[in-house]
């Protein structure tokens, strides 16, 4: 373990030094692992001793690792992964569900979703490039090796939302929207979530095809806090998945 | 602020502290002030110039938030709240829906799960022993004021669901259980989230009359993560609000 190396690791705590390098940290047997089963590049493995074996490992101390993390609390291993470039065309997009997050600018919401997009089998995470950055330490950790599943991809959001309107549905979740249990909706389409705050943007508001709402209980109260945004993606994902499997074959 | 205040708060971060004085601490002017219009005493608030007027409030210095906050970031005011005492006898979970934690852990799972409760018209939530305090000062803030409104109970959790079943049907979520989508609910029912290791306990499960499971997409794969209990209840709660609301009158 060199101090380029320390120093290079530490950039990596930040999307400038990680657009630097092309490379992301991963912390963590469990997840490494998948990181090395996976399609994804791992290139080089620091860990306590019979953690990993390899070219690429390198075993080191519990004071190492200590001064490696990025975490709060260290781990047994860390890994520099390379960063994936994924390409999507909104041609791609017919047939499935997708996700597109306007400015979800919370690490662990985002974590969050891309965990969730995994258990609901959505392959594709679209990001404005205002949102949170998905190969920030915090988010890796909060996917739980979703990461290594789920394509995240990051564009001009409403560019990309008017192209997809033209291939299948838009959905975005805004609060006058409509009883999401009572509006028609497809099994293949875009949905798009908000910033923690605003919510959706006028500019990518404008590209929806129909507005979501998930009603509060009773439906006709008010005053109470809204749902948080990874909370709400979960709930729009599992219905959009239950109407899907109630479908007649 | 005498050194006193500054100890008492101090010993309002642990739940031994919270139990010798009936007290706990919340803070910001927005939680501050729905806790002022409810049934909840506020015994003192410690504010910046301006920010709240009354007997009870005393104005302090930005400094003297900062030696007073619990949190990561002072607030521009904290309060110290008498702790309520609900009671909950399994006759009233009559006609209602009613959430069962078995030892969640989490400060920020509960209160999610506190806020989800507060979204979902449920009243009560009803915890084993075992599980997080709800006036740990991090469950506090992060039930976003749903604190106020939403009873939450300390009990022998298996015993007050023997009890329970007796009264109506109680549901958990458990990796055995049966597609939540096709199994019949009813609108009232005590549904039982387990610990976010362990799940539901034997004791616990023993009770249920009905288990249940969220469907990963497709429903047949296997291998990924589960979700976290906090998101699993809000889509268990949110799916039992949709069958009541489809249900004729």
């Not at 590209?207 to 945004?229: C, M, Q, Y």
Request: proline content about 5%; some cysteine.
């Amino acid at each position: 373990m060199t101090k380029a190396e320390i120093q290079l690791i530490r950039s990596l705590a930040d999307k400038r030094g990680r657009a630097e390098h092309g490379l992301f940290v991963a912390e963590g047997e469990k997840l490494i692992g998948e990181l090395r089963a996976s399609h994804l590049g791992v290139r080089k493995i620091f860990a306590l001793e019979g953690v990993f074996r390899g070219p690429e490992v390198e075993t080191v101390t519990a004071r190492d690792m200590e001064r490696l993390s990025l975490l709060k609390t260290a781990n047994t291993s860390l890994a520099l992964v390379e960063i994936p470039r994924y390409e999507l065309r909104p041609r791609e997009l017919a047939g499935r569900l997708t996700l597109a997050l306007d400015d979800v600018q919370n690490p662990g919401n985002l974590g969050t979703i891309i965990r969730l997009a995994d258990w609901f089998g959505i392959a594709d995470v679209v990001c404005s490039e205002g949102s949170a950055d998905c190969f920030n330490p915090k988010v890796v950790q909060a996917t739980m090796g979703a990461i290594v599943r789920v394509r995240v991809h990051y564009t001009d959001l409403p560019r990309f939302l008017e192209a997809a309107a033209h291939e299948l549905p838009v959905y975005g979740t805004l609060l006058e929207g409509e009883n999401i249990y009572r509006a028609p909706l497809t099994e293949a389409g875009v949905v798009v979530m908000g910033n923690e705050g605003r919510g959706i943007s006028d500019a990518a508001a404008r590209t929806l095809t129909r507005k979501l709402f998930i009603p509060p209980w009773p439906a006709d109260r008010h005053g109470s806090e809204s749902l948080n945004v990874a909370m709400a993606t979960g709930i729009v994902c599992a219905e959009f998945r239950r109407r899907a499997d109630a479908r007649p074959e």
